[in-house]
């Protein structure tokens, strides 16, 4: 094992680590802010909910980007072979 | 060592192609999803029968959705929308079946669906704008914008693929991680969890396909009423 495949993995769980951070953070936020739109407004539960799963898709493809981009590192190392 | 999931196992070949799993499942679900449908429109009735039913229901539960998310009349959409959401959620539960790894865990199938929806989007504009007007749907809030909307109408589609990819591929790959650590049994809660991940995936692809073809579709309405006024 050479040094680029030790820095690899090391990259590759950096990136997942931190980049789990932000989108956690922010779809925390998403879902309290939900809650307390549902619990003020219970009638327009269905479009809150609605469009808080577009969102939280939309947020955890942040989270996704650093997966694939650790896979990347990991399995298809441009700098490996 | 776990093999890479970006790689796809290559069944047999078809002269110079090779046919690889995906492929293969792929196949199998659209052979089994059309005869499915074949048998279930066979004999229309006014008064369904059991079949009929469930399919009234699905298709029912579509064009709800459509009206309620792109606030347009459901008819034109209702095929592709409908097709793609059955095709993904059939993708992603064909896991279920043992041995049969969900073609969605592969981004060729993922960017394929991808381009679907990105081609889908230009006919569905293009349709219902105008060439010249969907065009100009580019410099929409102000001129200084269109390399952005250029750029936005590409990254959208990706991350659509991206989205798709990740979430099916880490739930296999978190699946046959477990698998190999703890042995039988133990990874069917993360099964479970997968079920509703796929169905979760499957119901936001068609909703942001169904926001991106209402966006490119839907503002016609106000930008055309401001235009009639200004004629």
Known sequence: ?81 | MIESPLLAKTLFTVGPIPITEPVAVTWGLMAVLTLASLLATRSLAIVPTRYQAVLELIVGAVEAQIQGTMRAAPRPYVPMIGTLFLFILAANWSSLLPGVEPPTAHIETDAALGVIVFFSILYFGIRARGLGGYLATFAEPSIVMIPLNLVETLTRTFSLIVRLFGNVMSGVFIVGIVLSLAGLLVPIPLMALELLVGAIQAYIFTVLAMVFIGSAVGGERRTGGNQGESR
Do not use: H
């Open chain 1, 1 to 81: 094992m050479n040094w680029t495949e030790i820095v690899s993995i090391f990259a590759a769980a950096i990136a997942v680590s931190f980049g789990a951070i932000g989108p956690a953070l922010a779809e925390g936020r998403a879902v309290a802010a939900a809650m307390d739109a549902i619990a003020r407004q219970p009638e327009a539960a269905g479009t809150i909910s609605r469009t808080l799963f577009v969102g939280l898709a939309m947020i955890e493809t942040m989270a996704i980007y650093c997966l694939v981009i650790a896979l990347l590192v990991l399995f298809a190392n441009p700098f490996i072979r």
